[in-house]
C-alpha cells in the first residue's frame, strides 16, 4: 500500500438491517471532507433515510430529479444531474423514491452489474471526487452488487448482539465470496458499532469483540478504537488489567441520533465529541486503504 492517501471508493455493507450503516456512511464522508477531500456520498437505499436525514426529502420525492436509472440505465442524464451540494463539505448523490424501479430494471439490461462503476464512479474518481462512499441497501440485489462492483472495496459494520458474527459470516458467504471470482474485492475494516457494555464481564460486547480479536484473519480488519488484544484480554479476565484500556468500538451515543435529528453530522453537532476519534480512523482507514496498528 502506498504511503500517501490515494483516490478510493468505499461500499458499506451488511445483509442485516439496523448495523449503523448509514451514520457511519455520513459520519466517514464528514471527516474525510474535514481532510480538505472532495467527497461525494452516495445513497443507494431505497428508503432514503440518508437522503432525508441530511434534509433532502424534498429530492428524494421530487419526480423531475435525476434519478440513478436515468444515468446509468437511460444515459439520458449525467451524475452532475443528480448530485446535490451540501453543507458539510461533502456533495450527495440522493436516494429517489423510485430506486426499487431501478433495481428491478438492473437485473434486465445488459452488462446490469457493471453499470454504476461505468457511469457514476469511474467518470467522477479522481477527477471530480477524491473519495467516494457508498451507502448501500442491507440486502442482496442490484444495487448492492452494483456498488461492490464499482468500488471493489467494502466496510462492514457489525453491532453487538447474538446474530452479529453470523450477519458477518452471511455477507461474506452471500456477497463478497461470489463477487471474488470476478473481482478484486478488498474488505477494509470490521466496524463494532453501538457497544455500551462492559467487557470485563461476559456481555454482547466482549462476544463480539472477542470473536473477532481473536480470529487473525479477522483481527487485522478491526481499527485500533475497536481492538483489544488477546493478551489484554487475558489480563482483564485474571484481574491483572488496570483499567487503563479505553472502551472499544463505536460507542452507543445519544449525540450522534440527536445530530441525524438535527440533520447534521456529527461532528457539525458536537465537535467536541470523543467518538468522532473513530470516525477519524475510518476516514484514514479509506485513505491507505488498510487498517494500521
Same mark, same amino acid.
Given at each position: 500500500?502506498?504511503?500517501? !492517501?490515494? !483516490? ?7 445483509? $442485516?438491517? #439496523?448495523? #449503523? $450503516? ?25 428508503? #432514503?433515510?440518508?437522503? /432525508?436525514?441530511? %434534509? ?11 434519478? @440513478?436509472?436515468?444515468? &446509468? ?5 449525467? *451524475?452532475?444531474?443528480? &448530485? ?21 430494471? @438492473?437485473?434486465?439490461?445488459?452488462? =446490469? ?10 467518470? @467522477? ?15 442482496? =440485489?442490484?444495487?448492492?452488487? %452494483? ?8 466496510? /462492514?459494520?457489525?453491532? *453487538? ?15 463478497? +465470496? !461470489? ?8 474488505? @477494509? ?9 462492559? &467487557? ?8 463480539? &469483540?472477542?470473536?473477532? /480479536? ?9 481499527? %485500533? ?9 487475558? +489480563? ?10 479505553? $472502551? ?15 440533520? +447534521? !453530522? ?24 488498510? /487498517?494500521?496498528?
Amino acid at each position: 500500500m502506498s504511503q500517501e !492517501p490515494q !483516490p478510493n471508493a468505499v461500499a458499506l455493507n451488511t445483509l $442485516k438491517g #439496523g448495523v #449503523g $450503516k448509514t451514520t457511519i456512511s455520513l459520519n466517514t464522508a464528514r471527516e474525510l471532507a474535514e481532510r480538505d477531500h472532495d467527497v461525494l456520498l452516495v445513497d443507494l437505499d431505497p428508503n #432514503g433515510h440518508l437522503t /432525508v436525514g441530511l %434534509n433532502f426529502r424534498e429530492v428524494y420525492l421530487d419526480d423531475e430529479h435525476a434519478d @440513478l436509472g436515468e444515468i &446509468i440505465i437511460d444515459r439520458d442524464a449525467e *451524475p452532475d444531474d443528480a &448530485i446535490v451540494s451540501t453543507e458539510f463539505g461533502f456533495d450527495l448523490f440522493p436516494s429517489t423514491a423510485d430506486l426499487e424501479d431501478v433495481q428491478d430494471r @438492473l437485473g434486465s439490461v445488459n452488462h =446490469g452489474t457493471v453499470r454504476m462503476r461505468q457511469f457514476l464512479v469511474e467518470p @467522477l474518481l479522481g477527477d471530480t471526487y477524491d473519495y467516494i462512499i457508498i451507502d448501500t441497501p442491507g440486502s442482496t =440485489g442490484h444495487l448492492t452488487d %452494483n456498488a461492490l462492483v464499482a468500488t471493489e472495496s467494502i466496510l /462492514v459494520p457489525l453491532r *453487538p448482539g447474538p446474530e452479529s458474527l453470523g450477519g458477518f459470516e452471511r455477507t461474506v458467504e452471500r456477497l463478497i +465470496k !461470489p463477487l471474488r471470482e470476478f473481482i478484486s474485492l478488498d474488505l @477494509l475494516a470490521i466496524v463494532p458499532t453501538d457497544l455500551q457494555r462492559r &467487557i470485563d464481564q461476559q456481555t454482547l460486547d466482549r462476544e463480539l &469483540i472477542e470473536s473477532l /480479536v481473536t480470529r487473525e484473519h479477522l483481527a487485522a480488519k478491526v481499527p %485500533n478504537f475497536a481492538y483489544i488484544s488477546p493478551a489484554d484480554l487475558e +489480563k482483564i479476565d485474571s484481574g491483572e488489567w488496570d483499567g487503563s484500556l479505553p $472502551k472499544p468500538g463505536i460507542r452507543h451515543s445519544e449525540s450522534l441520533s440527536r445530530a441525524i435529528g438535527d440533520h +447534521k !453530522p456529527l461532528r457539525d453537532y458536537a465537535p467536541e465529541d470523543s467518538i468522532l476519534s473513530s470516525f477519524e480512523e475510518l476516514a484514514s482507514i479509506i485513505e491507505h486503504g488498510e /487498517v494500521r496498528r
